[in-house]
């Protein structure tokens, strides 16, 4: 039998009990002959305390400092979970990010690993020992400091142990059974997915489902690694996120639709009364991509015959706003626009599923549930196999809802259960 990857969030471990039982659990699957390789979250809301601890230190604490006082949560829980498996009697050694090999490049806060060397993790296994591996850090190649990978990364640590080791499974163990057709916490009725292809939780994750992190989606497709999403809690079989296999002439149908997401992370910026020259809007995202700042939806309209300008409005990451909007107003001049306006009340709601690609009407179905609702739709934006709408932040829920009736994803008898988390 193989290797497994397990990764374990931090509601899962979110105090001693829950470290314990974690324990069991990885006993229980190194008992069934696999080899196991872990990597743990810092215990339950510990990222989110030790940020709001440095900011009371300061508003502005040095990335370098903030990513060395992140990982300390990770250590915390890597060293607990490694008494634990010890004292059911097997041999467990922890490891940082850094020691597992780990390595990123030195952009503090969201670094991205450039490759795993993971020596020490293969020895501890080749021993007979459980590894026990911090998530989200790595050293980076040119500074050697410690690097953080951006909020959630456990998961894209999990898995790209698990691309380096050749593991059979990477195992994601979180708060709620698996992934469901919408966030079970708004809609009651959603139903638990057996199998999702990876095209389509990368849709799902880059439109806000935090089930899994979206880059650990892109690198479980790059390197073909299967992920089981499933619950800590419980050990019945989760959703199964798999390389697309469907084929022409399959007899089973896919489903045309995997669900319904939703992001409240986003912000809208306005640039108001653009002229209408070349070179205009490339101007504009330089200097945001110079700037490091993400751009997800973009619309221009055409500009008014009488002034030959447009507006441009584009969304962007809530916590981007600030940098983006100082971005621009530098260029305010050298471009000639009116003005900037910044919006952060609103949310975006995406349809994921790869069988709409042959399947029309998707898109009026979807806005006549919105419209039905009263759900005003803002800005629209699709790829082959996702429509996604930017709403008022105030009408997420009610959009979700209605798009997951509407197309049928409602299931009889509630079978969502969301174990714990603040969902923070
Ligand atoms: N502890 C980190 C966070 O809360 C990483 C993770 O949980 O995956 O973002
Ligand atoms: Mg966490």
């Keep these: ?20 039982r974690v324990a069991q659990r990885i006993v229980n699957t190194k008992k069934q002959g696999h080899e196991v390789v872990v990597v743990v979250s810092a215990m339950g809301d510990t990222t989110d305390d030790l940020r709001d601890l ?9 990335p370098r400092e903030l990513d060395m006082l992140l990982t300390a949560g990770e250590r915390i829980s890597m060293a607990l979970l490694a008494m634990a498996v010890s004292s059911l009697g097997h ?47 790595g050293v980076s190649q040119d500074t050697k400091d410690v690097t953080t990978l951006g909020r959630g990364a456990s998961d894209t640590t ?14 994601i163990y979180t708060d709620v059974a698996g992934v469901f057709t919408a966030d079970p916490r708004i809609v009651p009725a959603a139903r638990k997915l057996d199998r999702v292809s990876h095209e389509e939780m990368l849709e799902m994750a880059a439109s806000g489902a935090k089930i899994l992190h979206l880059r650990c989606v892109e690198y479980a497709r790059r390197y073909d690694v299967p992920i089981h999403v499933r619950t800590s809690f419980d050990t019945i079989e989760g959703t199964w996120v798999l390389p697309d296999t469907a084929e022409e002439g399959d007899t089973v149908e896919q489903a045309i639709i995997a669900g319904v997401a939703h992001d409240r992370s986003e912000a809208k910026i306005t640039v ?20 490091e700042v993400n751009i997800d939806m973009v619309v221009q309209n ?66 006549a549930a919105l419209a039905a609702a009263g759900v005003n739709i803002e800005m629209i934006s699709t790829s082959e196999i996702r429509i996604s709408v930017i709403v008022d932040e105030g009408q997420i829920d009610t959009a979700v809802r209605a798009t997951h009736t509407a197309f049928d994803l409602d299931a009889d008898e509630v079978e969502a259960v969301v174990y714990g988390g603040t969902g923070r």
């Design 272 to 291: 108001v009364g653009v002229p209408d020259k070349v070179g205009e809007a490339a101007r504009i995202f330089e200097v945001l991509a110079a700037s």
């Design 54 to 62: 440095a900011e009371q230190v300061t508003p502005l604490p040095p």
């Design 158 to 171: 999990a898995v790209a142990l698990a691309a380096a080791l050749g593991a059979e499974v990477c195992e």
């Design 302 to 367: 055409v500009s008014a015959a009488a002034t030959a300008r447009t507006d441009i409005s584009f969304t962007l990451p809530r916590e981007d706003g600030q940098v983006a909007m100082a971005a621009l107003a530098k260029i305010q001049d050298e471009v000639g626009y009116d003005k900037l306006l910044f919006d952060d009340r609103v949310g975006k709601v995406s349809l994921i599923g790869a069988g709409m690609r042959s399947h029309p009407g998707i898109t009026a179905k979807f806005f």
């Design 91 to 137: 041999e467990a050694q922890s490891f940082t990010g850094s020691q597992a090999g780990v390595i990123t490049d030195s952009v503090h806060g969201k670094a991205k690993i450039i490759d795993i060397t993971p020596g020490r993790i293969q020895s501890a296994i080749d021993e007979g020992h459980v590894a026990i591996v911090a998530g989200f850090q």
């Design 1 to 20: 039998m193989g290797i497994v990857v397990q990764k374990y969030g931090g509601s899962s471990v979110a105090d001693a009990d829950g470290i314990k």
